[in-house]
């Protein structure tokens, strides 16, 4: 049995809607899997709704990734089994979904400048409404044939580094571990194998979550066994998950069902959330 914890849609940056990626797990035999799109919680009503339309066999987790950052780099904080209605959540949400939107314009603007034909009113057409990210602004970009595919449009572009690059709008690790506790759900730090400084991860484990991603597409075997005795030595739960974003996107890491976690592990977690 394979849970999948880290998966990504449209309402963020994935390619694939929240009805596509649960077609897929269902093609690819997995037993549950959490959506955690970053900062927003939009694609887990379309994917509640169409687990109960199709009468799928799937364990289906509420989820979220946060981009936060301390000590001048990147992290981000898993959330689970969040009641993805609760009213501070999504008002900080809805604050961070007004800076993307800000970052995507400035992008834009940059491009212009660049002499590229694109407009702002586009890329929010086809983000439909969801939280604007940079593949919107790549397929803008392919529209128009500045670039071939999304991985074309980063790697000339949007990426990091590039000429229209903007860095994204984020905030304290802190404060996403206290939002997510007070959604009821569980904090993990996600992916600490990418972090440029390990030291940070037991400030991180201070801070109050209760789990480390384990097991993690770019995660190398010794990193693996520090991770799992880091998790024996504070008493956190292990997850693992793929950090699939659509085979079509250069922020993918891996394949749907790449990484996960088995039954034990799972039960681990919901033993916790009782508690």
């Not at 914890?5 to 037993?31: C, E, F, M, R, W």
């Amino acid at each position: 049995m394979i849970y999948d914890l880290h998966v990504h849609t449209t309402a963020s940056d994935g390619t694939y809607t929240p009805a596509q990626i649960l077609d897929l797990a269902i093609k690819s035999n997995l037993t549950g899997l959490a959506i955690t799109d970053h900062d927003t919680v939009d694609g887990i009503e379309p994917a509640l709704n169409y687990l109960k339309q199709q009468q799928y066999d799937l364990v289906f987790i509420p989820g979220i990734e946060m981009n936060t950052e301390d000590w001048g780099e990147e992290i981000h904080i898993l959330g689970y089994y969040i009641n993805h209605t609760q009213k501070d959540l999504l008002e900080r949400l809805q604050e961070i979904r007004q800076e993307r939107r800000s970052r995507a314009y400035k992008m834009v603007e940059r491009l212009q400048n660049l002499d590229i034909d694109i407009e702002y009113e586009r890329v929010a057409a086809l983000a439909k409404g969801e939280l604007i990210g940079r593949p919107h602004i790549a397929r803008a970009l392919i529209e128009k044939d500045y670039a071939a595919n999304i991985k074309d449009a980063f790697e000339k572009y949007i990426g990091r580094g590039k000429p229209a690059y903007v860095p994204r709008y984020k905030f304290q690790p802190r404060e996403a571990i206290e939002l997510i506790h007070q959604a009821g759900g569980v904090a993990v730090l996600a992916h600490p194998g990418l972090l440029i400084r390990t030291k940070h991860i037991e400030e991180i484990i201070k801070m109050g979550i209760e789990g480390l991603e384990v097991f993690y597409p770019e995660h190398k075997p010794e990193q693996i066994n520090i991770f799992m005795n880091l998790c024996h030595e504070n008493n956190l739960f292990i997850t693992g998950g793929s950090d699939f974003h659509g085979y079509d996107s250069p922020e993918n890491r891996g394949l749907l069902g790449s990484s996960g976690i088995s039954q034990e592990a799972l039960n681990n977690i919901k033993n916790l959330i009782k508690k």
